[in-house]
């Protein structure tokens, strides 16, 4: 069975610009959340989304945001990339009601 | 005070040792624990979850006492395969928030 995929493994963006990330659950899970790893830091919760409604999101402004589609796919938008935002930016899946995720490989965005 | 407190270590153990490591958490209304490890730029794997009375997988035994708000995690035989980062993780409730611990780095010696 396939785990969580992320694509791309890396992005380079330059300060200003806007990311775009994208995750596709383990088949069979519906909620689908994203994280953020800053070097030599913690995992920050980012959001969480299920069946396609946006269900949490962590202590970050509006210009990360998201969206789930019918497919349970994710995607993360960053606008007006700011240098602090280079970090690893992994995304889990989990299937109701039980409480384990399990994490894709991540996307490294680096902004410069 | 964090959510989930972990001794960040590093743990330099040699290869067969048993090693602990130790995490609390301030959430009273916390449900749901687990072990994740991380190897170095690498996503968290999920190694245990813990349940109300802790359990046993292998050489991995996890611990879960809640009227102290603490959570433990034993690795006995150590294996070189085993050095990696450690992460206690929380979930708070219905809002399905995993909060993680900063991690415990572990480095078994040959």
């Known amino acids: 069975e396939a785990g969580v995929t992320q694509s791309p493994t890396h992005l380079i963006k330059t300060r200003g610009q806007q990311a775009t990330l994208r995750c596709s659950p383990i088949?069979?899970?519906?909620?689908v959340y994203w994280y953020q790893q800053a070097l030599g830091l913690g995992l920050q919760f980012l959001l969480w989304?299920?069946?396609?409604?946006?269900?949490n999101r962590g202590n970050f402004p509006p210009r990360f945001s998201g969206r789930q589609f019918p497919n349970y796919s994710s995607e993360l938008n960053v606008n007006a990339l700011e240098l602090e935002d280079s970090a690893l930016y992994l995304c889990?899946?989990?299937?109701?009601?039980?409480?384990?995720?399990?994490f894709g490989p991540g996307t490294r965005l680096t902004v410069t | 005070r964090k959510e989930v407190e972990q001794d960040p270590g590093p743990f330099n153990v040699p290869e067969g040792a048993t090693v602990a490591f130790n995490c609390t958490y301030s959430n009273s209304a916390s449900q749901s624990f687990f072990w994740y490890r991380q190897d170095c730029r690498k996503e968290p794997k999920l190694l245990m979850s813990v349940y109300s009375s802790g359990n046993e997988d292998g050489r991995f035994t996890a611990q879960l006492n809640r009227a102290s708000q603490y959570i433990s995690l034993l690795i006995r035989d150590s294996k070189l395969s085993d050095s990696a980062t450690y992460l206690c993780v929380v979930n708070a409730g219905s809002a399905r928030q995993l909060t993680f611990g900063s991690g415990t780095q572990l480095t078994v010696l040959p």
């Open positions: 088949s069979g899970h519906t909620s």
């Open positions: 889990a899946s989990s299937f109701l009601p039980v409480y384990e995720q399990y």
């Open positions: 989304y299920d069946e396609g409604e946006e269900r």
